[in-house]
């Protein structure tokens, strides 16, 4: 495949980690994603203006990729592909957070044939049932991970500690956590996607 001939020497050097991951070349993923994780937290930070949302949608973002690691072409730098994917991840995020809301002023009983309907806060028993069911597989899943990362994500996700509660607990320093967390995460993401294979 045939490179653009104005990708700068860093998108080269990109180009071939791409092609050794590709590969399954294990080095060349971590490679990838250190050099890019800390522009796409700070550009999904900025989109969706909070911390840890933003670091969901940077492992997402590189879990995604990494699926896809196929499809990427390089008529553009990596980096330009990598960043459509964490801004579509985004946006997507967005659209879910926007709720469709009619304001109950403006409903008007003859007009609007529509039936008021509002959310309750807790789940039916399906609904319930079904999320039980999940978490104890994500719990199984967990246990497979080394017990530093099988630590901070029951701390961060079952008992649902802030990361700043989990410095504290671990003594450990705030940035410290949030690399582990996300190491934890794209491991996890990686067990889950052999399985769905």
């Known amino acids: 495949m045939e490179v653009n001939a104005?990708?700068?020497?860093?998108?080269?050097?990109?180009y071939q980690l791409v092609l050794k991951a590709r590969e399954g070349?294990?080095?060349?993923y971590a490679d990838l994603m250190q050099r890019y994780k800390d522009s796409i937290y700070f550009m999904s930070l900025k989109m969706v203006n909070n911390r840890e949302d933003a670091m969901d949608i940077t492992v997402e973002t590189f879990a995604k990729a990494f699926e896809k690691l196929d499809k990427y072409q390089?008529?553009?730098?990596?980096?330009t592909w990598l960043f459509r994917v964490a801004t579509n991840n985004c946006i997507d995020f967005l659209r879910k957070k926007k709720l469709n809301t009619v304001s109950i002023n403006q409903m008007n009983d003859e007009e609007d044939e529509r039936p008021l309907q509002i959310k309750a806060d807790t789940l039916n028993p399906e609904?319930?049932?079904?999320?039980?069911?999940?978490?104890?597989e994500?719990?199984?899943?967990?246990?497979?991970?080394?017990?530093?990362?099988r630590n901070l994500l029951t701390l961060r996700y079952f008992d649902e500690l802030s990361y700043?509660?989990?410095a504290q607990q671990l003594d450990l320093p705030l940035g410290t956590v949030k690399a582990q967390l996300f190491r934890a995460k794209y491991l996890l993401g990686n067990i889950i996607n052999r399985i769905e294979r």
């Open 127 to 136: 609904e319930s049932s079904i999320k039980k069911q999940q978490s104890e």
């Open 138 to 149: 994500l719990k199984v899943l967990i246990e497979s991970l080394p017990p530093r990362y």
């Open 74 to 79: 390089p008529d553009y730098a990596f980096s």
């Open 25 to 28: 070349n294990q080095k060349a």
């Open 164 to 166: 700043e509660e989990i």
């Open 6 to 14: 104005n990708f700068t020497e860093n998108a080269k050097n990109d």
